[in-house]
């Protein structure tokens, strides 16, 4: 049975002149899940399968049995309501036409359903079905300039061919839409045949226009904020679950939809400085605004969903944090309000000497640990200045602690220079490492920027059984380089290998050979990983190579 599948919409249809009926987008969403969660039940009279009727073929969808569905099922030049569809099943009629090889579908004196632009002009509230060419030019639908200013309930449109109903705006830059088609390219080949979800990246989309409809009108509630419940700096908030309906779609500051519920707390900072909101503990996709007013297009400051943070707050003046959900999430949730006065700890002119050292040797650093803030020394705590030895330059969990300063700052003494002599570990492998500077090691202050407090210097540990001499380590070469099982070791004539030694990262030897004219290393039986291999010549020349175990 020959189908034409990449044409999924009847192209001629509709007329123009009429004034647009307003519709608001919850209206507009209501009746595309109406479509998409659509009961129904289809008995054998109306499958059909290349049946001559109204002038062309019609084929039922392969997915449709006897028995019960959801979702309607795709009709080309179908524009079903839900109780015709229902009558006309009862009549026989074919639940849906996957035919689109010719002409004008056969509903619905033969078949019945919606395509893609009968469904988008059903969730709009017309009568009149719109094909996609008329979408593109008629008076009643508008173009937006770029997909940007693209909302929930607006709809993109690639004329001749095919029409999607915007559902939501996601914080990725994708774009979830409901739809009636083929879903051949969702897919594969059976594809779908019916109205369903799907979730688009915009690199999909190139060949469709963001479009919108007339009519639509907001229709919305303000947002309700006479029962905001207040919340104070420092202090966390336990919000309860709320099935309370939504009022609010959008914020001035997020390009996705919210569908709620919203809940809304109010904060009057004492002092000028920053307000961070935070949200954890909760369950499905909840983001948390800060809005100047009770004023939802009054949106302030960055957000990243589960955190907002302004930095140009006025002491005295109230503030609007909501918490709202864009997957229609109920959960509770925490919410802390933290009140930054504009205080920050930093790390500068930081040295190290020597920068090259035995394990086990001292060295000796120094810092300036700084405050930027209204407080005196006498109202803070003292700040600690930590030194870590770290493989890299950031901080973990996994670096190795060496000593610590503690620092009396205040806006009376904002700069104190640190100097500390550390030791370096006798355990540490030989190689390349930092030392990373961390300033308010012990999270004394709730700062603007936390991405100031540390700094590092680079320094080379050696050790007492390593020093490498440079003539002998630049006659030997060691291949291949990660290995399985063998190391070739190769030396330029007159240059014996006596000894080769193993150490693992802890600096324990795991395996030594000894004997006159060393080759080859068989390090099979090793646990995969990095090591340091000392070739040791005669008169104890030594080279020293890392190598790598897979």
């Known amino acids: ?105 056969a509903e619905p004196g033969c078949s019945i359903g919606v395509d893609c632009s009968g469904f988008v002009s059903r969730c709009f509230g017309l009568n009149t079905h719109y094909s996609t060419s008329m979408l593109n030019v008629n008076e009643l639908f508008g173009h937006h300039s770029s997909y940007a200013e693209l909302h929930e309930s607006d709809f993109i449109n690639n004329p001749g061919s095919h029409t999607r109903l915007v559902t939501k705006i996601n914080a990725n830059g994708t774009i979830s839409v409901t739809e009636s088609g083929s879903g051949v390219g969702n897919v594969g080949s059976e594809g779908l045949w019916r109205v369903f979800t799907w979730t688009y990246n915009l690199s999909q989309l190139t060949q469709y226009n963001p479009q919108y409809y007339t009519g639509m009108t907001s229709g919305s509630a303000a947002l309700d904020c006479s029962n905001a419940v ?16 939504s009022a609010i779609s959008f914020y001035g500051c ?9 809940r809304v707390h109010t904060i009057t900072p004492a002092m000028d400085g920053t307000l961070r909101a935070t949200i954890s503990d909760f369950s499905g996709d909840l983001d948390v605004y800060i809005l100047g007013s009770c004023d939802p297009s009054d949106c302030l400051g960055i957000l990243t969903s589960n955190d907002a943070i ?44 020597p920068t090259v050292l035995e394990a086990g040797g001292q060295i000796e650093v120094s810092a300036d640990q700084n405050y930027a803030g209204p407080q005196s020394g006498a109202d803070l705590p003292g700040f600690t200045l930590a030194y870590y030895l770290s493989a890299d330059c950031d901080l973990s969990p996994e670096d190795v602690l060496l000593g610590t300063d503690d620092s009396d700052l205040g806006y009376d003494q904002p700069l104190v220079s640190e100097t500390e002599v550390l030791t370096v570990p006798e355990e540490t492998l030989p190689g390349s490492y930092y030392l990373i500077f961390a300033g308010d090691a012990g999270a004394a202050l709730n700062e603007v ?21 440079p003539t002998f380590q630049h006659q030997i070469s060691v291949f291949p380089n990660p290995t399985r099982d063998v190391i070739q070791i190769v030396s330029l004539p007159g ?21 006159s004219h060393l080759n080859k290393l068989e390090i099979r039986e090793l646990p995969a990983g990095p090591y340091l291999l000392e070739v040791v010549g005669a008169e104890d020349k030594l080279a020293v190579f890392r190598i790598v175990k897979d």
Not at 254 to 262: D, I, L, R, Y
Not at 314 to 343: N, P, Q, R
Not at 449 to 465: G, K, L, M, R, W
Request: charged share 15%; net charge negative; with cysteine.
């Open 1 to 105: 049975m020959k189908k034409i599948i990449y044409l999924s919409c009847l192209l001629f249809w509709g007329t123009s002149g009429f004034l647009a009926a307003q519709i608001t987008s919850s209206e507009v969403m209501s009746n595309a899940k109406a479509y998409l969660n659509f009961d129904w039940t289809a008995t054998s009279a109306n499958i059909w399968e290349g049946v001559n009727c109204g002038g062309k073929t019609v084929d039922t969808p392969g997915w449709v049995t006897a028995g019960d569905h959801t979702a309607m099922a795709y009709c080309w030049g179908g524009n079903s309501t839900l109780s015709q569809y229902n009558a006309y099943l009862l009549e026989g009629k074919s639940a849906g036409d996957n035919n689109t090889s010719a002409g004008y579908g």
């Open 230 to 245: 207040p919340v104070f700096c420092g202090v966390t908030y336990e919000g309860s679950p709320s099935a309370e309906p």
């Open 254 to 262: 997020n390009s996705w939809t919210e569908t709620g519920p919203e």
């Open 310 to 353: 302004y930095a140009n707050v006025l002491g005295g003046h109230t503030y609007y944090i909501v918490v709202d959900s864009d997957d229609g999430s109920e959960s509770g949730y925490k919410l802390l309000a933290e009140c930054l006065t504009s205080e920050d700890i930093s790390i500068t002119n930081v040295s190290a000497s």
């Open 449 to 469: 920027n936390e991405d100031n407090n540390t700094a590092c210097v680079a320094i080379e540990i050696t050790s007492p059984n390593t020093v490498a001499d």
């Open 495 to 515: 240059q014996e290998i006596e000894k080769l030694l193993i150490y693992d990262l802890n600096g324990r030897l795991v395996k030594t050979i000894e004997g």
